[in-house]
């Protein structure tokens, strides 16, 4: 029997951040940075009004009492160079564009009275009011985002700042999902006697994408030795990964065991852990004829069996693969509400609810029957309680490690 930890760094040492690509700005989206990015020159590139209003010379407002100014240009974004500021006089400006030359602070419009010809204009307006400076948003030659950074709204718009169409990423890595029985059909069909509704790929898919990768679903496979080996070699062409479901037990007609080995490098173990049990890890493509290694996840067809080994296993190595420095869930400390008894030599995942936070500490609710417990168990979960190998007796109070799934 393979230990939780031993298995985990097999997974590891499998795995590699995909091969970083040139991509157009709009397709980054949840990748991760592959490359520091450099601002080229400062963003803005010259000082601008912040919002709409006056832009004026600070010391024409230091006289006591409101100021009547005369307004002597107006000044828009994208006009070209804004005319110089006279002493003694202001400058209406919208909010972007940029600040006349002699101007240091902008009086924003609710607080004059609007004119067109001669603006009052309150009295004390400190320099620097309501203006970005040049490079407020980005120093040129500094770094902005940082290799490792995983994109999102935020970090696109800086980059689109700078100037950046195109970014180096670790792209997505492209995650095909299988699940494999002649038992399965699928949800919004009648089962027959003996059929059961596959939920497994509906799973992992929302776990991939949780886990910022692409998931390709694929139609169930039966118990034909052929047909699964023959999908396997038609998914490798497009696939960064696979992970099958089910078909994984020592019986005759479980065909993952005897199929796997023939497409690559491929062992399968029973793990020192429940839920979870049996499974394969290894690597496909080298007896297929493809030209690089696909790794390949084979997790127990029992639903709560697999989404615990993806959230151990899967997860971590899918967030290698895109780059990412955190690759595995948070996890804190939690005092359980009651106690049960632990099977000895397997390191057990329960499902619990958390509720306290990092001053007051935490307390976690366990859900149903520690030692076997059920879908609805965990679908209600927002944690994995964590037991040790070596506990037995889990006593009410006993403070374990809690995996943080939300």
């Not at 047909?227 to 479901?245: N, P």
């Not at 979870?276 to 790794?295: M, N």
Request: net charge negative; hydrophobic share 45%.
């Amino acid at each position: 029997m393979r230990s939780v930890q031993d298995h985990l760094a097999a997974v590891l040492a499998t795995v590699a951040p995909v091969r970083p690509l040139d991509v157009a700005l709009r397709d980054t989206a949840g990748c991760v940075l592959a490359a520091d990015v450099v601002a080229a020159a400062d963003v803005p590139p010259f000082a601008v009004a912040d919002c709409d209003g006056y832009a004026v010379a600070a010391t024409d407002t230091l006289v006591p009492g409101t100021g009547t100014l005369p307004v002597a240009h107006d000044v828009r974004p994208g006009t070209g160079q804004p005319p110089r500021l006279v002493s003694g006089q202001a400058i209406r400006v919208s909010a972007g564009a940029p600040m006349p030359p002699g101007a240091n602070a902008v009086v924003p419009v609710e607080q004059t009275d609007r004119a067109d010809v001669m603006v009052t204009v309150p009295h004390d307006v400190a320099p620097g009011t309501h203006v970005r400076p040049a490079g407020h948003d980005a120093r040129g030659g500094t770094v902005v985002l940082a290799a490792g950074t995983r994109l999102c709204a935020r970090q696109l718009s800086l980059a689109a700042a700078i100037g950046r169409s195109r970014l180096w990423v670790h792209p997505a890595p492209r995650v095909v999902l299988l699940a494999v029985g002649d038992e399965l059909v699928e949800p919004g069909t009648r089962a027959q006697p003996g059929q059961v509704y596959e939920s497994n790929r509906f799973a992992m898919e929302a776990a991939v994408r949780d886990a910022g990768c692409t998931p390709i679903r694929v139609p169930i496979v039966g118990d034909d030795r052929a047909r699964l080996r023959e999908t396997i070699e038609d998914q490798l062409v497009r696939a960064d990964v696979v992970v099958v479901t089910g078909g994984l037990s020592e019986l005759v007609d479980d065909t993952v065991k005897d199929v796997l080995p023939l497409l690559g490098d491929v062992r399968i173990d029973r793990v020192a852990m429940t839920p979870g049990g049996r499974q394969g890890l290894g690597v496909l493509g080298e007896i297929t004829g493809i030209d690089r290694e696909v790794p390949v996840f084979a997790l127990p067809g029992d639903p709560v069996a697999a989404l615990t080994a993806f959230e151990v296993f899967v997860r971590p190595a899918l967030c290698t693969m895109a780059g990412l420095d955190t690759i595995h869930r948070p996890s804190v400390p939690a005092g359980v509400s009651r106690g049960w008894r632990s099977p000895e030599g397997l390191r057990q995942f329960v499902p619990a609810t958390l509720v306290g936070d990092p001053e007051t500490g935490y307390e976690a609710t366990v859900l149903g029957d520690p030692f076997r417990p059920s879908l609805a168990d965990v679908a209600c979960a927002d944690a994995f309680v964590v037991v040790s190998e070596a506990e037995l007796v889990v006593n009410p109070g006993r403070v374990l490690q809690a995996m943080v799934l939300r």
